[in-house]
């Protein structure tokens, strides 16, 4: 059984459309994340969730909008693509909501999705 | 955001060879993790390190965290070609992962 699914594992579009990214996580998390992966492997956190709250809005253009139907899973549209959205995005989750002093729990990421922007 | 320097970026090396990737921060870390991400999966968590001094071993694979907690590293004895990846090492000082830019290892037979 997956721990954490994305679908789709290839998306192809044109400049200008809104796509969306699906996450499903059956570990029993509470915490979801998305991370952007661009094309020098560089990993990113775009947006935190926890117990279907946000939690991390990082510097991303509100183009980006995370959705989140319920605790298993954390969705991402994208309206009007633009070329620099070319990249890898991987979802996560992890139990616990970790920072400052706390121990980082562990992340477990999905298989993540090629966004390609033509 | 706390800055994490890894290097080398790129390594290519026979099998059997030993290696040595580091992670440095001019900051404190509150715990580092080491993962390993292979071509077209996510990453993987290799070890969470938290005390300064730390050494921690997972076969072949050996994680140092620094006295100071400012740095780590992360040693391979006998690499296989198994090993290939690009290895990233993370702190979570916010409320998500803080990745360091990875160091890619290409173990060749």
């Known amino acids: 059984d997956t721990a954490v699914s994305q679908t789709p594992k290839y998306l192809v579009t044109q400049m200008g459309n809104d796509k969306s990214i699906k996450c499903e996580q059956n570990l029993g998390h509470d915490t979801m994340y998305w991370y952007k992966q661009d094309s020098k492997k560089f990993l990113k956190i775009m947006f935190s969730?926890?117990?279907?709250?946000?939690?991390i809005n990082e510097t991303v253009p509100n183009r980006f909008s995370p959705k989140s139907p319920d605790k298993a899973h954390l969705n991402l549209h994208i309206n009007s693509l633009e070329l620099g959205d070319s990249a890898v995005y991987f979802c996560?989750?992890?139990?616990?909501?970790?920072?400052?002093?706390?121990?980082?729990?562990?992340?477990?990421f999905g298989p993540g999705t090629r966004l390609t922007v033509l | 955001t706390q800055l994490l320097e890894q290097s080398p970026q790129f390594l290519s090396i026979q099998e059997g060879e030993n290696l040595t990737v580091y992670c440095n921060s001019s900051?404190?870390?509150?715990?580092l993790q080491w993962y390993r991400q292979e071509p077209g999966e996510g990453p993987v968590l290799l070890v969470t390190?938290?005390?300064?001094?730390e050494v921690k071993k997972l076969k072949r694979l050996t994680f140092q965290f620094g006295d100071a907690r400012k740095d780590s590293s992360l040693h391979i004895t006998a690499a296989q070609p198994g090993d290939t990846g690009l290895y990233l090492c993370a702190d979570n000082s916010g409320y998500a992962l803080n990745f360091g830019k990875g160091t890619s290892l290409l173990v060749t037979p």
């Open positions: 390190v938290v005390t300064g001094g």
């Open positions: 900051s404190v870390f509150s715990s």
């Open positions: 969730y926890n117990n279907k709250e946000l939690i």
């Open positions: 996560a989750s992890s139990q616990d909501l970790a920072g400052g002093l706390m121990t980082a729990d562990t992340q477990y």
